[in-house]
């Protein structure tokens, strides 16, 4: 079954800066978010700074379809971009793209691995959404009295997807990867 959801191409893009230069990385980061919004199919775009000590940088770039990915990274401005960040990183940036909800379970500093089996996908997305869909409209509501409905809608959908994105995947992808990702056998 195709779904337009099953479509959606996320390119997890890794970078490592060089020492002293990652202001100039994040300012830079900043002028081509503003690009990148601009461009049909394009979904948006997050940054994960690096953790303390680290100079590694990963950005998830979401598209509508691989097509729309395509056409823009065939774009002069695309290619303007990846030169001047190339001026601020250590070497040419790693990148993945991912089909659907599979950009969720990839692990930073491990090598790239076909995504899981689908079942698994949307069992463990399903075991990290049920909390966060009971827990934070309860945390929402009280906060917000006379807000527009959807406007609280707007607000809990959001801190549910950050917090799948940043906190809750990540972590259940780390817990459960010897079941998402068993070694073959022979």
């Not at 089996?117 to 509501?141: D, E, H, W």
Request: hydrophobic content about 45%; cysteine-free.
């Amino acid at each position: 079954m195709d779904t337009s959801a099953d479509q959606t191409l996320t390119a997890i893009v890794r970078r490592r800066i060089k020492p002293g230069a990652e202001a100039d990385f994040e300012a830079m980061m900043q002028e081509f978010v503003a690009v990148m919004i601009r461009h049909p199919g394009h979904l948006g775009i997050n940054m994960i700074r690096p953790e303390p000590g680290s100079r590694d940088y990963t950005v998830l770039n979401r598209f509508a379809t691989q097509g729309d990915r395509r056409r823009f990274t065939e774009l002069p401005e695309y290619r303007y971009w990846m030169d001047r960040l190339r001026e601020v990183s250590e070497a040419d940036p790693e990148i993945e793209e991912r089909i659907g909800l599979a950009f969720w379970f990839t692990l930073p500093g491990r090598p790239a691995r076909h995504p899981p089996p689908r079942p698994k996908m949307a069992l463990l997305t399903l075991l990290g959404v049920y909390p966060l869909t009971m827990l934070l409209p309860r945390l929402v509501l009280p906060v917000t009295p006379g807000w527009p409905h959807w406007l609280r809608a707007l607000l809990v959908a959001s801190l549910i997807v950050a917090s799948l994105t940043w906190l809750i995947m990540p972590n259940l992808t780390r817990l459960f990867e010897p079941w998402l990702f068993p070694e073959k056998k022979g």
